[in-house]
């Protein structure tokens, strides 16, 4: 599961002669959250996680989560009437929350538990690896932008804006389309729960 949230900021830059060629970064931010939970039976532990997991919509719960927010400061320079994309630093800031154990398990339930926590922070390392695809594309869509434009370049930041928001509508399907993969019956999750309870 993944909750994304998406920012624009634009500056522009003094009235001086630049490179049009935009000068683009990422930096990418990342944290762990845990939640605990406790049980005997692999059952037990599924009844924890759908009970304090991350909260999907208003009544439901998930196992795991990977919340990112991505914003992009956009530093615009105008020259001879033309604004150019001098500047895009962008920084993802990820954030995945996982269930932890509060105690040991015996080894039985430990080592279902050790495949299911592979499985599961696979997912949402998956879930990562596309946001950070996401990044890559939109430096690619915006560099080298420019445009006859107005003293504050008021159409250069929005088609820049309007690529930015473009790309994350691409790969936010992208997202839905691995969840939809993953979360069908049948699919990869229900093989990890499954394999967790089995008694």
């Given at each position: 599961?993944?909750?994304?949230?998406?920012?624009?900021?634009?500056?522009?830059?003094?009235?001086?002669?630049?490179?049009?060629?935009?000068?683009?970064?990422?930096?990418?931010?990342?944290?762990?959250?845990?939640?605990?939970?406790?049980?005997?039976?692999?059952?037990?532990?599924?009844?924890?996680?759908?009970?304090?997991?991350?909260?999907?919509?208003?009544?439901?719960?998930?196992?795991?989560?990977?919340?990112?927010?991505?914003?992009?400061?956009?530093?615009?320079?105008?020259t001879d009437g033309v604004c150019h994309l001098r500047q895009a630093d962008g920084v993802l800031d990820l954030t995945y929350t996982y269930p932890r154990l509060a105690q040991p398990a015996n080894a039985r339930l430990e080592r279902r538990w050790q495949r299911f926590f592979a499985g599961v922070r696979g997912h949402e390392e998956t879930h990562g690896r596309i946001a950070r695809s996401m990044m890559k594309a939109t430096e690619r869509s915006i560099r080298g932008l420019k445009r006859a434009d107005n003293w504050f370049c008021t159409g250069t930041r929005q088609e820049a804006r309007r690529r930015i928001n473009a790309v994350y509508v691409e790969y936010e399907a992208k997202q839905k389309a691995f969840d939809a993969r993953e979360h069908r019956n049948g699919g990869h999750v229900e093989h990890l729960v499954d394999a967790l309870i089995k008694p």
């Open positions: 599961m993944r909750v994304p949230v998406l920012a624009c900021l634009a500056t522009i830059g003094a009235l001086c002669c630049f490179s049009p060629a935009a000068s683009a970064g990422t930096k990418l931010l990342v944290k762990t959250r845990t939640y605990e939970i406790s049980g005997t039976t692999g059952a037990a532990l599924v009844e924890a996680m759908d009970r304090n997991g991350p909260k999907h919509g208003f009544m439901t719960r998930a196992i795991a989560d990977t919340a990112y927010t991505v914003n992009w400061d956009l530093a615009m320079n105008r």
